[in-house]
């Protein structure tokens, strides 16, 4: 298995509502990472879990909470938020966090939008 | 600081030209260097990877780039453009190692490819 998978592939949420997002892999990979993409824009980094212990955290505002339960899972549960976070969210994994030269595996990502 | 510079955020070609999309960048190790294809609604799907070894690098759908240390450089290239390359393109380099930057991927802005009939 060499894919990251997540889901749900589409989520429309409103601004009180809580929903979550779910990445996956099975490739063994002790590094998984969450990003925000914008429309014609780069990924922005938000979250990294590093042998499942968040090591970095890009300032991301506190209606994202991330979680990782095992080595496989990656969640991000979402509360509260605003229209302007609607936009793509990657998740993506690589093999080991401290020489991350192989690149990373990206998951084909979940459309969120906020009403 | 690290950074990638992607020149033209919008390349066309014709369907069987050459496609030749820049990518500059700045790190002060020798870096490991990455392109990313993305299609219409999809992630991102690695083409290619420099890490080390043989500058000349090949990965999938025909895509190639060239490392070139003194120019800082890792442009990638196809001898013939097909529809099917029509996508964004994200040439990336990997954040030094001990650096504030260590373990993040650093994106350059995109490329868009058009590839016209």
């Known amino acids: 298995d060499t894919e990251v998978t997540q889901t749900p592939k589409h989520l429309v949420m409103g601004m009180t509502n809580k929903k979550s997002l779910k990445c996956e892999q099975h490739?063994?990979?002790?590094?998984m990472y969450w990003y925000k993409q914008k429309a014609k824009k780069p990924p922005e980094l938000m979250f990294v879990?590093?042998?499942?212990?968040?090591?970095i955290n890009e300032s991301v505002p506190s209606r994202f909470s991330p979680e990782c339960p095992n080595s496989s899972l990656l969640n991000l549960h979402l509360h509260a938020l605003q229209p302007e976070d609607s936009a793509l969210y990657l998740c993506?994994?690589?093999?080991?966090?401290?020489?991350?030269?192989?690149?990373?595996?990206f998951g084909s990502g979940t459309r969120l939008t906020v009403v | 600081a690290q950074s990638v510079t992607q020149l033209g955020s919008h390349v066309s070609v014709s369907e069987g030209a050459l496609v030749l999309l820049r990518c500059n960048y700045s790190?002060?190790?020798?870096?490991?260097l990455f392109w990313y294809v993305q299609y219409p609604n999809q992630g991102l799907q690695l083409l290619l990877k420099?890490?080390?070894?043989?500058?000349l690098v090949k990965g999938i759908n025909g895509f190639e780039a060239e490392f070139k240390k003194s120019e800082t450089s890792f442009h990638l290239t196809k001898p013939s453009a097909h529809m099917s390359d029509a996508a964004e393109y994200f040439c990336?380099?990997?954040?030094?190692?001990?650096?504030?930057?260590?373990?993040?991927?650093?994106f350059g802005q995109g490329t868009t490819l058009q590839v016209k009939p």
């Open positions: 993506a994994s690589s093999q080991d966090p401290g020489t991350a030269n192989y690149g990373y595996t």
């Open positions: 490739m063994g990979h002790r590094a």
């Open positions: 879990y590093s042998y499942e212990k968040l090591s």
């Open positions: 790190s002060s190790v020798p870096p490991y």
């Open positions: 420099y890490t080390t070894g043989a500058t």
């Open positions: 990336a380099v990997m954040g030094d190692i001990g650096s504030s930057n260590t373990g993040k991927l650093i």
